[in-house]
C-alpha cells in the first residue's frame, strides 16, 4: 500500500487518529491511556502494513486498536490485582504485630476458611492451597494434575467470583 512513503503514512495518520483514539478510549475509558495507546497503535501499524491485505483499512486498523487496547487493560487489571494482594499482605503482616491484633486476625482466618467453604469446588481447592497452605504454583499444579498456568488462572477466576459474590462487611 504505502511502501515507505512517509508522506502517505503521516497522511494517514492524520485522517485515522480520531478514528483510533475513540476506538482506544471505547475500550479503555481513560483519556490519558488512550492517547497511549493511539500512539503505541499507530506504530503498530506502521509495522504491520508489509502484512495488509489491501481490503478494508479502516476495520483492519479498529482490529489492531482494539486488540492493543484490550492488552492494555488487562495489564492493567493484572497490576491492580497484584497491588490489592500486596497490600493485603501488609495489612495482615501489620495486624499480627499487636496481641490484639492477633486475635482479630485468628477471628479473621476462621471467617475466611468458613467463606472459603461457599466457593465452587474447583476454586476452592486452589484458594485454600495457595492461601490458606500457601503452597506455590508449581505444587498445587502437581497436585491437581494441571500446569501452573492454569492454576494461575483458576485462582484469577477465584478471585473474581469472591468479588462479584463476597462483600468486605461479610468479614467484619
Not at 35 to 53: H, M, T, W
Not at 65 to 89: A, F, M, P, W, Y
Amino acid at each position: 500500500m504505502l511502501h515507505g512513503n512517509d508522506h502517505a503514512y503521516r497522511m494517514l495518520v492524520e485522517k485515522y487518529r480520531t478514528f483510533i483514539f475513540q476506538t482506544a478510549f471505547g475500550v479503555l475509558r481513560n483519556e490519558k491511556d488512550a492517547e497511549d495507546a493511539a500512539q503505541e497503535v499507530f506504530i503498530k501499524i506502521y509495522s504491520s502494513l508489509p502484512n495488509y491485505e489491501g481490503k478494508g483499512l479502516k476495520t483492519w486498523m479498529a482490529r489492531i486498536t482494539v486488540n492493543h487496547s484490550i492488552d492494555i487493560k488487562r495489564k492493567q487489571e493484572r497490576r491492580k490485582e497484584e497491588v490489592t494482594e500486596d497490600i493485603g499482605l501488609q495489612l495482615v503482616t501489620a495486624s499480627r504485630e499487636t496481641a490484639e491484633g492477633a486475635y482479630f486476625n485468628r477471628e479473621l482466618q476462621e471467617g475466611v476458611r468458613e467463606r472459603v467453604n461457599e466457593l465452587p469446588i474447583n476454586y476452592r481447592l486452589v484458594v485454600y492451597g495457595y492461601y490458606i497452605e500457601e503452597k506455590s504454583f508449581r505444587q498445587l499444579a502437581e497436585e491437581q494434575g494441571i500446569n501452573e498456568k492454569s492454576v494461575r488462572v483458576k485462582l484469577h477466576r477465584a478471585r473474581k467470583w469472591m468479588r462479584e459474590h463476597w462483600k468486605e462487611e461479610d468479614f467484619s
